[in-house]
Every structure is written in structure tokens, then in C-alpha cells.
């Protein structure tokens, strides 16, 4: 007997029950994991999952080696020393131990004042609460409607009692660079601490992130392909002088005895692995990047886009714009199944609030409400666009 099958018949019982996903545009929230990156984490929780504190035996041993391979692929990336990497699980803990590990000495010193952004991520923003509650004076800058700290306002709000200063290097919402070595060539003749949050430019920005004058850094692994739950703060040293860091945490000594616990050796390894292919692909991933933009800027244009910050200062891979009279949350319902995108930081975005950082630009609060963003890698596919474009204009249309 002759049996007869459709093309339906073919596919396979995953193909029915799978549909197709849509294009993932949430890259500032986390990252997609590298394949080189996912090997070299199950390498090392299946087969080398010795401890990298046992001394006594070859598991430990290697642990411990690749731990230092670590540090060292990293400190490549921003030109720093291997000793000068410490780990964490993220930028979150680098800020908080980067901002209240330097109260102690602040109250030392007498210098008690610091001066941040109005646009940093939550991750500093509450620490800073925490010391405004302890004696400290916070000083936050506002941005310029393009979304950039002035380097001039740095220079108005230093004190002789400044004890630090931080500011990220890439907004996590707007994309937007900000003027770090022009920062750095202010405090020059200053004592403060320069920390930066560069959660969104380790690995990217390059050329941002290697001046010396940067004494503190906070990185994240899931912003590079690497694991969620790994990143790193750098403390590089002025001359032979340390950073006069407390622990927040104790118990173990880990890390200098900055950050106790065993450490996570496999998701280390990951982000060894991902900070070393971020030096290594860099120009392609920018080209490619570049690319997605130009596409992306074309495909919407038809929609009048306001874009949120000064769009010649936004890195290659990320973008926040509003469209006249949309709101944000009818268009991520509009093309959900489409493309994955957001409208401000994953961090807050469980209970959304208009975005303090778009406030805190001047912008309107239409636009505010109506924003966007937008944030891909070297590896996105390009969405449909002529159909994201028709669904967001069918909704601009209702209201």
C-alpha cells in the first residue's frame, strides 16, 4: 500500500510544538552565552571541578590555575595587572564593595563627600544611600539633554574633602558613552577615587577602560557572553598604594579579603574565556554591530523616532528611542512575538517606573513613558522589520 504525506506529515513532533522565538533585542540585560564559553564552563563543573583553595592535590591545583589564567585574560582586556583582579558575582557586589569599602577610610581621612550621576545604575545609586545615612555628602550630577556627564560639572563639585568620584562609562539604559578620560584628566591633580560601573563597556569600549587614572572598576560576565552570577572589580594601584578597601562581607579571606567564599571556578573559567574573545573579535563585533544599527535606524524611520540621548555617542550595540503618541508597553505587546525588547533596565523593571535616567535628561514625559530600548550582539539575526514597523504603526494608529 501506497502511503502518501504532506509536508506537515515531515516535520517532526518538535517542529509542532515549538513555535518560532522571537528575536531576543534585550542584549544590556544579559547576554547570550558564547559556545567557546559554554565549553569551558562545563569543562570545568563536570571534569575539573577541584576547589581552587585545596592546596593539597592535583584538582585544587589545576583549579587554582585557571583561576590565575583568569585574572590574567581579564587584566589584558584593560591593561591592568593580574593582582589586580578580584572577583565577584557581579557588578552589583564590585559597586557595593567599591563605594562602602572605602567609608571607613573616608571617615579616617575626614573626607566624606562623593560625587556620582543622576543617571548611574540602582547598583551604585543605593550604595550611595546607604553612605548618605552614615554622615557622607552625595553630590549626583545632572546629565545633559544628550544624555552625557560634563566633564566641567566634575571639575565645579571637587572638594578638597571629595573622597571619590564615580560614573559609569556606558548608560545601561541610553547606550550613551560618557566622557571618562576627560573625567580622568580632572582629577588629575585630585586625590579622589575614580570608580567606574563598566558593566556595559568591559570588553567593548577598550581604549575607555585602559587609563591608569581609573582606580576602581565593576565588571559583569553576563554582559559579555559569559555566565550570569561572575564579574569582577579592579583595583589598580596608585604607585605601590592600594586602594584602602574594607571587606562588606566576612569569612575566609578569599580574594584578598575582599570577597570571602569559595570561589565559583567554573563560571571564572567562562569569564576568562569571554573577556579573552572580547579582545580577539572586537573590530568584527563592532562591524557587525554597526551594521544591525544602520538596519535598525532605516527600518523605523518611517515612525519618526526620537532617540533618547545624542545618538553620535551610543556604542554600536544598543539604542533607546520613543515614538510620538506610543506608549512603551503597548508596543512591546505589539511585536512580543516578533522581537524581545524592553523599556529600561531589568534591574527595576519588575515593578516599572518611569526611567530616572530619561527624567533626569529633561525629557518630556511623554517621551519618558514611550521609550525604548533597544540592544543586540554580533550574533542577532535581523528581525523582520517591515512587519515590526507595520504593527508598531497599526498601534500608533489607536491611539
Known sequence: ????????????????RTPARPVYLDCNATTPIEPEVLHEVFRYMAEEYGNAGSRTHQYGQTAKERVNLARAEIAQVVACTT?????TSGA????????????????????????????????????????RTQGFEITLLRPTAGGYIEPDAVAAALRPDTLAVSVMAVNNETGVIQPIREITDVLSSHGAYLHVDAAQAFGKELTLLR?????????????????????????????????PLQPIVYGGGQERGLRPGTLPVSLIAG???????????HDKRVRSCDRFKEKLLEAISPLNPQVSGAIQRTVP????????????????????????????SACTSNSYEPSHVLKAMGLAEQHVRGALRISWSHSTAS???PSVVARL???????
Open 1 to 16: 500500500m501506497t502511503v502518501t504525506t504532506t509536508a506537515e506529515d515531515e516535520t517532526t513532533p518538535n517542529e509542532h
Open 83 to 87: 593582582d589586580e583582579v578580584i572577583f
Open 92 to 131: 552589583t557586589e564590585s559597586d557595593n564593595i567599591a563605594l562602602l569599602g572605602l567609608a571607613r577610610h573616608g571617615e579616617e581621612t575626614r573626607r566624606k563627600h562623593v560625587i556620582s550621576t543622576m543617571i548611574e545604575h540602582k547598583a551604585v545609586l543605593e550604595p550611595l544611600e546607604v553612605l
Open 211 to 243: 587609563h591608569d587614572r581609573i582606580d576602581l572598576m565593576s565588571i559583569s560576565g553576563h554582559k559579555i557572553y559569559a555566565p550570569k552570577g561572575i564579574g569582577s572589580l579592579i583595583i589598580r594601584r596608585r604607585g605601590f598604594k592600594r586602594v
Open 271 to 281: 569569564l576568562g574565556v569571554a573577556a579573552r574573545i572580547a579582545l580577539r573579535d
Open 317 to 344: 550595540n544598543a539604542i533607546n528611542v520613543s515614538f510620538p503618541g506610543l506608549d512603551a508597553e503597548a508596543a512591546i505587546l505589539a511585536v512580543k512575538d516578533l522581537i524581545a525588547i524592553s523599556n529600561g
Open 383 to 385: 528581525p523582520e522589520w
Open 393 to 399: 504603526a497599526n498601534v500608533m494608529g489607536e491611539f
